[in-house]
């Protein structure tokens, strides 16, 4: 997230063409450099973060759309497909640690080419559809990372659902002031569902046109009162200093003591705009009568509740998509 506001500070810049070349190739140095100097021992994040960073930085100021560096099509292909493969590259990473797979160079590469064949697939089938879907109707959407999620800055240990409301403050504050936008709808999914659903509470329907969760998360409350998190147990009263994740990550103390006394319906029942809750009976993660509880707060809204559809919706992904995107169009195009 660090990379993109400085982009959006600087982007226009007047470069000569020489020094656009020049920061192109230093942030690219910077990147290759941290793949030298950053390893498993490294502090992350740490001051060894702020290499790639600023390689990334670099490379977005220089606003090099055609050079050699970025012409290539296997790049401008992994590009287009990064963020898919950031999301399927957890599970995967996932997974292998659950069946212990060894940390193999044969087991290493297998697990990149299956991200990437999983983000090409996600890409080509969920992101396009989607994008192509909502640009006819005039709809444009972004995403971005929360605090120490993916490429943005910060520690996850430090990640709360209070601090991640912010973020998304400051994401709606920046979309609603492009010329370009007239109105504006917010969609989270599971804790992102009642990060939106907060948001939503905040902001109110003055701000929101629309909101969409699917199978919001509200029962992360009652996880943190029971200290029981992704089978994790710990005493909730005096919660550890971290929680282990998979993956590597931690959950922080401040997450659980938040956590704790979350107003998350409290906080919602203050959006009185239209609203879409999307759940399935088969989600084990989040039982659906959480999101049938938003429906019971929220009296301008719709309830889709899928028939043995998990907390991924990966019984049919494609009819979880249809449904959302639907209900947005109609909203938006008012």
Known sequence: MFEFAVYLLFHQLSLQPRSRTLLEGAGFALILLSLLVIDEQARWPGILTLIPVLGTMMILISSQQNSWLTRPKILQFLGNISYSIYLWHWPVIFFSSYLAFSHSALNILFGIALSVFLGWLSYQWIEEPFRQKFSKHGIASIRFDFNGHGESEGDFAKMTVLNEIED????????????????????GHSQGGVVASMLAGELGSDKLKAVVLMAPAAV??????????????????????????FGGKKLGADYIRSAFSLPIYETA?????????VH????????????ERYHQIWKNSELQILDGFDHGFSQNIYRADAIVSNYLIKELCK
């Open 269 to 277: 029942a203050n959006y009185d705009g239209p609203a879409l809750i």
């Open 280 to 291: 399935g009976t088969g989600d084990r993660v989040v039982p659906y009568t959480y999101g």
């Open 220 to 245: 992360l409350r009652e996880d943190a009162i029971r200290g029981s998190v992704f089978g994790k147990s710990f005493d909730p009263l005096d919660p550890p200093e971290a929680v282990d994740m």
């Open 168 to 187: 998304a403050k400051k994401v709606y504050d920046y979309v609603a002031a492009l010329p370009y936008v007239n109105s504006v709808a917010v969609t």
